[in-house]
């Protein structure tokens, strides 16, 4: 069987799935106060339909999936979901990221279904700077979730997003949680997701800058090894248990070795983040499409890929710039 790949010989093996639009926190990089204009539930793929795109995926090549939204634990019969997926023996890691507000009492469940690594997003250390920042006061079930994952057979990853003037000042707090816990942090550089079209970013935190805080910080920061797709480029303290990453989210220097395709909530298939969405596989599916017309669809879209998210972004069709929210496009 002919498998995905791109004009540029990428082999696509990774598929981040969004189950949902909805969140019950309101991060403010991510969306505004009031939240973003939900869609219809019906607009919403299904779980069958997921189950479908995914499981023709995993015969062209796609042995990863990554779970996300909005927050997936906030749609109904979601750990069913993982269930049903579970049985798809071409998948080799099953992910989920998640803000963990929801699910520290879920944890041996998802441990049955054999997940192979959870993403916990939190961005800050202290109660109060959290629920500025999520706009909600759910600090203490997220840390909660956090440290029962860390007993658990599961990896777990720290998603920090680093906001000028907001946390830079705990940068060094989250280095200091992988010193006696077997965690990964990844400082990601904030992106204009936010579901706005506006940007007041004080300070410029890309890669660079981040990683000169840590050094001014430490002076035994060893490299790590990392495998070629990785979005992080990751490193440790040396005697720490733990190691940190630095996604260069929006610096955008990790694209050639791409190996990710996208489909957000509602169908929309995605070659790169920064691209505006190329192909709603939903109304294909929803018209008939048999799985051979699917998998044809996807070998000839994936030609597209572009060669980097500036390419993506430049090739954007409303030239109005980047409104939308992360938590629509699935992070
Ligand atoms: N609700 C879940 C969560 O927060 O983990 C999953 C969806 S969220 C959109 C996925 C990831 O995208 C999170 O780690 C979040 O921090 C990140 N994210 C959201 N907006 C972002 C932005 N503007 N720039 C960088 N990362 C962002
Ligand atoms: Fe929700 Fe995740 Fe966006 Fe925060 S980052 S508002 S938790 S989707």
Known sequence: ??????????????????????????????MPAHGIDIVDREELLTYKEMYRITRVLSELGVNKVRLTGGEPFVRKNFIDFL??????????????????????KNIKKLEKLKINSVNLSI????????????????????????????RSSIKLKLNTVVQSGINTHEIVDFIELTKNKDIAVRFIEEMPFNGTGKRDVYELWNFTKIFEEIKVNYTNVEP?????????????????????????????????????????ATGMFK??????GVF???????????????????????????ENGFIAEANRKNNKGISESMSTIGG
């Open 123 to 150: 961005d800050s250390l202290s109660k109060e700077n959290f629920a500025n920042i999520t706009r909600r006061d759910v600090f203490d079930e997220v840390f909660e979730t956090l440290e029962v994952l860390e």
């Open 224 to 264: 790590l090894k990392s495998p070629k797709s990785s979005t992080s480029h990751n490193f440790k303290i040396s005697g720490y248990k733990g190691t940190f990453g630095i996604i260069p989210a929006y610096t955008r220097t990790i694209c050639n070795d791409c190996n990710r395709i996208r489909i957000t």
């Open 271 to 276: 070659n790169c983040l920064f691209d505006e």
């Open 280 to 306: 709603n596989v939903r109304d294909f599916l929803r018209n008939g499409a048999s799985d051979d017309e699917l998998k044809a669809l996807f070998l000839s879209i994936v030609k597209e890929k572009p």
């Open 1 to 30: 069987m002919e498998q995905l790949t791109d004009k540029f010989g990428r082999q696509i093996t990774y598929l981040r799935l969004a189950v949902t639009d909805r969140c019950n926190l309101r991060c403010q990089y991510c």
């Open 83 to 104: 269930e049903m997926l579970s049985f798809n023996d071409k998948l080799e890691e099953i992910n989920i990221t998640t803000n963990g507000a929801l699910i520290s």
